[in-house]
């Protein structure tokens, strides 16, 4: 089983990774920041899992604003065209919530 992780703005030969990929027929596959070639590699690879995932301003800092709450929002999935949309939108924790989780409630 082959999965990969794309770079999207280092790919300098767009159709010789099209056609590497068509080679290796890999089983899942992540996109970052590059919906249009996340959409066109589930195209070519239809048995594929295309995950396109967006850089976020708070992703340096996700360990620390991730919280229960927050998983608890997010959809199962946000289908584009058959590709799963990894984004993660982050709920800020508060003082509060630090305390909560610290005595265990």
């Known amino acids: 089983m082959i999965g990969l992780n794309i770079l ?10 099209l056609l590497v ?3 290796l027929q890999p089983h899942a596959v992540v996109v970052m920041d590059d919906v249009g070639l996340a959409v066109e590699l589930k195209q070519r690879l ?4 295309v995950i396109h995932r ?3 301003p708070d ?4 360990h620390l604003k991730w919280t229960p709450q927050s998983a608890a929002d997010l959809p199962d999935s946000i289908p584009v065209k058959g590709v799963v949309e990894g984004t993660v ?3 800020p924790s508060t003082d509060e919530e ?8």
Do not use: I, N, P
Not at 59 to 62: G, I, Q
């Open 46 to 49: 239809s048995a594929c899992t």
């Open 8 to 17: 999207a703005q280092f790919v300098s030969d767009h159709q010789r990774l």
């Open 89 to 91: 939108t982050l709920t």
């Open 54 to 56: 967006a850089w976020h």
């Open 98 to 105: 630090k305390d909560d989780k610290k005595k265990g409630s």
């Open 59 to 62: 992703d340096a800092e996700f």
């Open 21 to 23: 990929f068509d080679a």
